[in-house]
């Protein structure tokens, strides 16, 4: 599929909200890469493909990671909050065509984060929580991080949303933590 066709299938079956969402996320995924050193043109594509199976019920996610036999842990299995990721990869690849394993991985992780997030992979994360739709307490303070200090912001967004989930009584993603500290780990190294 080109580029057309992805956006175009996307606009007739993403809700609005979402496909408002999604090309946020697409933009400032672009933005985000020029400014780091990324493929813009693969942070465009990870950014469009990024939620295309969000929507979906969580058993016709499971269904789609069960048929392509990719291994995943209960606690994304059984939560499509953390599986749309896992699904929009196997989506892109089996639905859209999309074969670069850097854009798979960044839709892939692109809400959980992982222990050695690429540049591509950061300049997802980051550009799903802090494009300009997003209203949420700190989101502008976290923009502005952004432009100034990718590693900053992607921690700054993992204890975000770790807090968040604190006050919500909900469980976190230990691999979440995982990232969170390989970010904070690396940082430590670099400077």
């Not at 499509?80 to 992780?109: C, F, K, Q, S, T």
């Not at 984060?113 to 950061?122: F, Y």
């Not at 992607?154 to 691999?175: M, N, P, R, W």
Request: net charge negative; aromatic share 8%.
């Amino acid at each position: 599929m080109t580029m057309e066709d992805i956006y175009n299938d996307l606009k007739r079956r993403i809700s609005p909200k979402r496909f408002t969402h999604i090309m946020g996320v697409t933009k400032t995924a672009e933005i985000l890469a020029k400014r780091y050193g990324a493929d813009p043109d693969k942070a465009y594509l990870a950014g469009l493909l990024h939620d295309c199976a969000k929507e979906l019920p969580l058993r016709q996610m499971q269904a789609m990671v069960d048929e392509a036999n990719v291994l995943v842990d209960r606690a994304v299995y059984e939560n499509g909050a953390l599986l749309h990721g896992l699904a929009g990869a196997v989506m892109a690849r089996d639905y859209y065509g999309i074969d670069d394993e850097e854009v798979l991985e960044a839709i892939r992780v692109h809400t959980t984060g992982k222990v050695g997030m690429s540049a591509l992979d950061k300049v997802v994360f980051l550009a799903d929580y802090i494009e300009p739709s997003r209203k949420f307490p700190g989101v502008d303070a976290l923009r502005k991080l952004a432009f100034i200090d990718l590693d900053e912001a992607v921690l700054a967004g993992y204890d975000s949303t770790i807090a968040h989930l604190l006050e919500q009584k909900l469980s976190i993603y230990f691999k979440t933590i995982l990232g969170r500290n390989d970010c904070l780990a690396q940082m430590k190294r670099s400077r």
